[in-house]
């Protein structure tokens, strides 16, 4: 099976909310933009009006390195999706910056039997506008590959 990642035809993209818009559009800087606590100074997701630990509404939004550990994954091989062919890997990972935070996303770039828990992997950026063409719609998915080295 080829483990070059190519982009699918479709996917069902995210309706960025005041609230997490910040972290689905900071792909077009090719910044992971998570939500940080300004008091306690961890970070925090998904992004909300308050820390969560310490109940501090300092919270604003900052870059993180983009670097992740895969800490638990399944193999998607239903087509559910039209466009978006199965078998494809669901991940969850966990940041470097902040192993607390874990993100749903995909991994992509690696064969079935080389998807493992404990592998490195780094985000990039996948952009998708509505078939509206409406701008307020724009995302840029955070996806994961092995980090390249
Ligand atoms: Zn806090």
Known sequence: MSTTYSRPQFRLA???T??????WTGGARGELLIARCRDCRRFFHPPGPACFRCRSTNVAPEPV???ATVAAYTVNRQPWIPGLEPPYIVAMVELDDEPDVRLIT???NVSLDDIAVGLPVEVFFEDWTDPSG??????????FRPRSA
């Not at 005041?18 to 972290?23: A, I, K, V």
């Not at 409406?134 to 996806?143: G, M, Y």
């Open 14 to 16: 995210p309706t960025p």
């Open 18 to 23: 005041s609230e997490s818009r910040d972290f």
């Open 65 to 67: 390195s983009g670097l």
């Open 106 to 108: 995909n991994v992509v």
């Open 134 to 143: 409406d701008e307020d719609t724009r995302v840029w998915l955070p996806l």
